[in-house]
């Protein structure tokens, strides 16, 4: 089953508006989550890694006040997209890590939520 | 920066047919190698992965990757396919220069696998 799950799966907004996706960790507090976006026939493009109680770390390119991170406890970490444009429209996905001595949840690096469609009219 | 290579954005095989991805990675250091699958409409999940030791590995659903340093390659490979393979599949590398146990992953284009029944 889902260990992380990412809402809304879709959404449709208008020009102008602010979004924001929530991603939550059902089965391990993760310390670190990451936030993806993913455009049609290219990979998944890391955009900000996200510590609990920290402030999140942007990659290159990445506009922090154009989205913003807050993962303010361990299990929920949240991305704005604010004044959203056409040109934001993508496929947002998010991760979250477990800290090492959680059995399977530690086995692997990340685990995925199911991503969000993002279209803005 | 690294960078992950896919050979082939989608591939068509009938059932049964041998598969074989390609993916290729730009990066001298130590790296973890990742395979992950995501079926329609679900998340990513993780097929197989290379932390060090026997070159060869094993994943889930009779899957199975091959790391040659070498050539700096992960292709992925199932000796016969089935109909539910249909899915796109990414290759993934961690740099593991730092000796942590996992930095930030850097996936490749992804490439779609179609499968005929």
């Known amino acids: 089953g889902a260990v992380v799950s990412q809402h809304p799966s879709w959404v449709i907004c208008k020009s102008g508006t602010s979004v924001k996706i929530e991603c939550r960790s059902l089965?391990?507090?993760?310390?670190?989550m990451f936030w993806y976006r993913q455009f049609p026939k290219q990979s998944l493009m890391l955009m900000a890694t996200?510590?609990?109680?920290?402030?999140?770390?942007?990659e290159q390119g990445v506009e922090k006040d154009k989205f913003l991170i807050n993962h303010a406890s361990l299990t929920l970490s949240t991305l704005t997209v604010t004044s959203a444009h056409p040109e934001d429209s993508s496929f947002y996905i998010c991760?979250?890590?477990?800290?090492?001595?959680?059995?399977?949840?530690?086995?692997?690096?990340?685990?995925f939520g199911d991503g969000t469609r993002l279209s803005i009219l | 920066a690294q960078s992950v290579s896919q050979h082939n954005h989608h591939v068509i095989l009938s059932e049964a047919a041998s598969l074989e991805l390609g993916c290729n990675y730009s990066?001298?250091?130590?790296?973890?190698l990742f395979w992950y699958v995501q079926y329609p409409g679900q998340h990513l999940q993780l097929l197989l992965k290379?932390?060090?030791?026997?070159?060869l590995v094993k994943g889930i659903k009779g899957f199975e990757a091959e790391f040659i340093k070498s050539k700096f390659s992960f292709n992925l490979r199932k000796p016969s396919v089935q109909w539910s393979d249909t899915a796109e599949y990414f290759c993934?590398?961690?740099?593991?220069?730092?000796?942590?146990?996992?930095?930030?992953?850097?996936f490749g284009q992804g490439t779609i696998l179609t499968v005929h029944p």
């Open positions: 991760s979250a890590r477990a800290p090492p001595g959680q059995g399977f949840y530690s086995n692997q690096p990340q685990h």
């Open positions: 089965d391990f507090q993760a310390t670190t």
């Open positions: 996200s510590n609990e109680g920290s402030k999140a770390t942007y």
């Open positions: 990066y001298g250091g130590t790296v973890n």
């Open positions: 290379y932390f060090s030791g026997d070159p």
């Open positions: 993934a590398v961690i740099d593991n220069a730092g000796g942590t146990s996992y930095g930030k992953l850097t």
